[in-house]
């Protein structure tokens, strides 16, 4: 009995871990070739699908993108020049907890949700520099303000382009704050998947880590079922050094509208459920072991990932495998200020199927699944291709470059980020409702999340360069 005690929590240690770089992993990821050897098919070593008989790996393809715009080569600042804040602001580590997700999915017409979905203007739109607004700085923005929100509000999302402002941290500071934007948490801020680049500035890190850079991050919402930022600005201080990089974003309504109809009906009747873990235990182990390691998981480590979990044990079809599961949620959501109907879901990124077939570089510990919500099968072959088609069509892999800023509409709006070469540093603020205070909370930072997010990228920054996942 000592023994099996000593067992369940050596393994329930192991756990953190397993949760917290599968579930930051869940929601980030991306990569998108950036010639004509990055666009080659390649055959790796990984896993296949556990739910398949085949002892031959899947092939890996690189995502395609629907508009791919030229790179102009803008110069950027030194890492020194660009990091500088400007230390006569006040601080803003004290900033808003991200917001509660806003669910109105219930009762949705699909065929008409989809005709009204294709009415929706192009996403993105771009605003491109002249002399004349990189001279005024910040107060091109507060002047300009209302279009500018007017336009993400319409658009979904907003490509600035070629400003000198923001190829810095107090630019880009100047810019959200001209803007009016109301910085708050990442909603798995406690998950390690991003450190801040500069906390009193409210900017992460985006996915820089070297032993990240082979890895295709799918298109996502930065959503959990539980919580959802508003908005995000993301900045490029420096682009890839040696190619690759480009940040992915396509539009929720015009994915909605292009999915086949019948595919989109099913997904919205039966639901979907994302697993964002997985904890190997020896399926040799007695029941009440198993049930204790579920239970010490549950208790102790799932609390700390502001998610919804449930621990259950092989959804996947893989023997003793503990999965930590979202719940029940609708592929499609309604816009909080618009109320259009928008594909809003993190599937295109944590499909299994579609992870196992592209360039992929997390261990399988931080492999996710997507499943039917009403028998918890996983998504279908069939299912995920099309969704891959209709989500790839509409993406616009961006040429971002130093000082670029893309403002989004995080209900709207979905983003990635395909594979790079080299040292990239992009980052990222996120915002909450600023002109809601009920929609917005009255949450503050909790600050003693921030010990665990440290302690995890501590341990992501051992991971060696160009990591490449073997999950066979």
């Known amino acids: 009995q000592q023994q099996h005690n000593n067992t369940t929590m050596k393994v329930a240690s192991a756990a953190l871990l397993s949760l917290t770089l599968s579930a930051g992993s869940s929601h980030a990821f991306t990569s998108l070739a950036h010639s004509n050897a990055a666009r080659a098919t390649t055959r790796l070593a990984v896993a296949t699908d556990p739910n398949t008989d085949t002892a031959t790996p899947p092939i890996r393809t690189a995502p395609d993108a629907g508009y791919i715009p030229d790179w102009e080569d803008r110069p950027g600042l030194t890492p020194e020049e660009f990091m500088q804040s400007d230390m006569s602001k006040p601080d803003l580590s004290g900033m808003w907890e991200c917001p509660l997700t806003r669910w109105d999915s219930d009762g949705i017409d699909i065929k008409k949700a989809q005709r009204e979905a294709a009415r929706m203007p192009k996403c993105p739109k771009e605003l491109r520099a ?6 005024k700085g910040a107060q091109y923005f507060a002047e300009n303000k209302d279009k500018i929100r007017a336009d993400l509000l319409k658009h979904g999302a907003v490509w600035l382009r070629g400003f000198d402002l923001m190829k810095d941290v107090k630019g880009h500071r100047a810019m959200y704050e001209a803007l009016g934007l109301d910085p708050c948490l990442d909603p798995l801020h406690s998950s390690g998947l991003r450190k801040f680049s500069s906390e009193r500035d409210a900017l992460y890190e985006e996915v820089n880590k070297p032993s990240l850079r082979g890895h295709y991050i799918g298109l996502h919402c930065e959503s959990t079922a539980k919580r959802t930022a508003a ?242």
Not at 130 to 135: E, F, K, L, R, S
Not at 367 to 375: K, L, N, S
Not at 384 to 400: F, Q
Not at 417 to 423: E, H
């Open 130 to 135: 002249t002399a004349a607004m990189n001279t």
């Open 231 to 472: 908005y995000a600005a993301f900045v490029c201080f420096q682009k890839a050094t040696e190619g690759g990089g480009r940040f992915l974003v396509a539009d929720g309504c015009a994915i909605l509208a292009e999915l086949d109809t019948e595919v989109l009906q099913r997904l919205y009747d039966r639901k979907i459920r994302i697993s964002v873990s997985n904890l190997d235990i020896p399926p040799s182990l007695p029941g009440f072991v198993k049930e204790g390691i579920k239970g010490v998981v549950d208790a102790a480590v799932a609390p700390k990932f502001d998610m919804d979990l449930e621990m259950i044990y092989e959804s996947d079809g893989k023997p003793g495998r503990l999965q930590a599961v979202e719940t029940s949620e609708a592929p499609i959501n309604r816009h909080p200020v618009t109320g259009v109907p928008i594909w809003f879901n993190n599937a295109h990124n944590h499909a299994r199927k579609l992870r196992d077939r592209r360039p992929c570089g997390v261990p399988e510990v931080g492999m996710t699944e997507v499943f039917y919500a009403d028998t918890m099968e996983p998504l279908s072959l069939e299912d995920c291709n099309e969704i891959k088609r209709a989500s790839e069509k509409h993406i616009t892999a961006l040429s971002m470059e130093p000082g670029d800023v893309l403002l989004v509409d995080n209900y709207r709006a979905l983003h990635g980020r395909d594979v790079f070469q080299g040292d990239r540093y992009h980052a990222v603020s996120w915002f909450t409702w600023d002109d809601n205070e009920e929609w917005r909370g009255d949450e503050r930072r909790l600050v003693e999340k921030n010990g665990l997010n440290k302690a995890i990228n501590s341990m992501m920054d051992w991971l060696p360069k160009d990591f490449e996942s073997n999950q066979s």
